[in-house]
Structure formats: structure tokens, C-alpha cells
């Protein structure tokens, strides 16, 4: 067996871990935003300086990433489930700026091994096939 047949073989169960980890985290903070919107607006008061958004405002966010969350983890429409989510993650992780400074919470590193996933499922998006539903006759047609 040659190696890139080897590596067409090895990849997408790796990328499809990764795709189910990044969904994993982000359905939480997902979830978050139903089950305890005055915790996410806190969160989006500290770090977004978003402030006084009512309860309302994190059901239809939480609504709307639910939905977009859906279609990451089932590989619908990569170049942008996978491009949104990078997105939605990087803004996160920047707007924590400020907790990278000093060691006082070291939690906050987890962001970037995150984020470099993000970033190694959007680059390889077409080759993340395993447990994906062609979301186009086109992208079909390409796999």
C-alpha cells in the first residue's frame, strides 16, 4: 500500500474526531446560552462588552448555532458550517486576550489547540468525508 493511499485511509476517521470534539465544546456553550442565559450574558457582557442583552436575544442565538452546529457535525455545506464555526471560535478566543497574560488561568490555553483544529478542518474540509451528508448534487458528484 502506498503512502497516500495510506493517508486517504487514516484521515477522514481523524477528521471526523476532530469534527465531533470542536462540536462537542461548542454544543456546550450552546447549550449553555438555553439552559442559563444569564450566565452567557455575562459572558458576553465580560468578554464581547455586549451588555443588557435580554433573555430573548441568547434563545434565538443559541437557536441559531444550534442549527449551525447541526450541519458542522454532519458535514453539510463545509466551506461555510466550517468556516463560521473557525469564525465564531477564533472571535472567542481573541476576545480572551487579556487572560493569556500570566498564568493565572491556564484554562483559557485550551482555546488554541481548539482553534487549530477549527482551523485544520476548515483547510481539509473536503477531505472530512466519514459520516458527512453531501449537502449539493455538485459536492456529491465531487466525492
Known amino acids: 500500500m502506498s503512502d497516500q493511499d495510506e493517508l486517504s485511509k487514516r484521515l477522514p476517521p481523524a477528521l471526523l ?17 438555553f439552559l442559563n442565559p444569564a450566565h452567557a450574558a455575562g459572558v458576553f457582557a465580560n468578554f464581547y462588552k455586549l451588555e443588557g442583552l435580554g433573555e430573548t436575544v441568547f434563545l434565538i442565538l443559541g437557536a441559531l448555532e444550534l442549527i449551525l452546529l447541526l450541519a458542522f457535525v454532519s458535514g453539510m455545506y ?4 466550517y468556516g463560521a464555526v473557525f469564525a465564531l471560535h477564533a472571535v472567542s478566543t481573541l476576545s480572551s486576550w487579556s487572560f493569556y497574560l500570566g498564568f493565572g488561568n491556564l484554562i483559557f490555553f485550551a482555546a488554541w489547540p481548539m482553534l487549530a483544529a477549527c482551523f485544520a478542518l476548515y483547510i481539509l474540509r473536503d477531505e472530512d468525508t466519514l459520516l458527512t451528508i453531501k449537502s449539493s448534487p455538485k459536492e456529491a458528484a465531487e466525492s
Open 17 to 33: 474526531a476532530l469534527r465531533l470534539g470542536v462540536f462537542l465544546v461548542m454544543l456546550m456553550w450552546t447549550l449553555d446560552k
Open 78 to 81: 463545509k466551506r461555510w458550517t
